[in-house]
T-cell receptor
Framework: DVKVTQSSRYLVKRTGEKVFLECVQD?????MFWYRQDPGLGLRLIYF???????EKGDIPEGYSVSREKKERFSLILESASTNQTSMYLC????????????FGPGTRLTVT | RKEVEQDPGPFNVPEGATVAFNCTYS??????FFWYRQDCRKEPKLLMS???SGNEDGRFTAQLNRASQYISLLIRDSKLSDSATYLC????????????FGAGTTVTVRA
């Protein structure tokens, strides 16, 4: 059974803190994605990675960075959290062909106060 | 203009009814299309891919209309368990890679 796990289901951080969100997949997928999901806006792509140490910006990369040191792990970093980054963050993975199905993790609900 | 647009609904239908809704996309170079289902407070999961010739999976039928740039999803004989938000995904893989999710259409099936 395919599995994508995220480090936390709920997270509360203060403005200005550095925040790490971790995602791990056990399917040997090449592609990994980070999205945020907000009411009325749907899922918006923040960053994706198609290989170890490779990354590409999505639609809303400002205020975020990512790290992929191992194939199975993709980290999203908020260098200095702000209240407008309060959101649901979803990680996904897929095979190299980017037109293939994405498997999502359960999400992390981040609240920045 | 948004890359992908969906009617947010909600579509409230009785059990056994047929419900259908569309997803329009703005870029004619889009190549791959999917419908995902997202239950309340859960992650999205693939429902079905959308092929050029249209395709069925049980009570679900997906169609692609390239001329008018939309995809559709039709649910026949609705079940209570079909209540969810349905997200369309459009992918363009020509010179650049662009993946866009719609904001979702909410369907509520009532007894």
């Amino acid at each position: 059974d395919v599995k994508v796990t995220q480090s936390s289901r709920y997270l509360v951080k203060r403005t200005g803190e550095k925040v790490f969100l971790e995602c791990v997949q056990d399917m040997d997928h090449e592609n990994m994605f980070w999205y945020r999901q907000d009411p009325g806006l749907g899922l918006r792509l923040i960053y994706f990675s198609y290989d170890v140490k490779m990354k590409e910006k999505g639609d809303i990369p400002e205020g975020y960075s990512v790290s992929r040191e191992k194939k199975e792990r993709f980290s999203l970093i908020l260098e200095s959290a702000s209240t407008n980054q309060t959101s649901m963050y979803l990680c996904a993975s897929s095979l190299l062909d980017r037109g293939r199905e994405q498997y999502f993790g359960p999400g992390t609900r981040l609240t920045v106060t | 203009r948004k890359e992908v647009e969906q009617d947010p609904g909600p579509f409230n239908v009785p059990e056994g009814a047929t419900v259908a809704f569309n997803c329009t996309y703005s870029n004619s170079a889009s190549q791959s299309f999917f419908w995902y289902r997202q239950d309340c407070r859960k992650e999205p999961k693939l429902l079905m891919s959308v092929y050029s010739s249209g395709n069925e999976d049980g009570r679900f039928t997906a169609q692609l209309n390239r001329a008018s740039q939309y995809i559709s999803l039709l649910i026949r004989d609705s079940k209570l368990s079909d209540s969810a938000t349905y997200l369309c995904v459009v992918i363009r893989r020509s010179n650049d890679y662009k993946l866009s999710f719609g904001a979702g259409t909410t369907v509520t099936v009532r007894a």
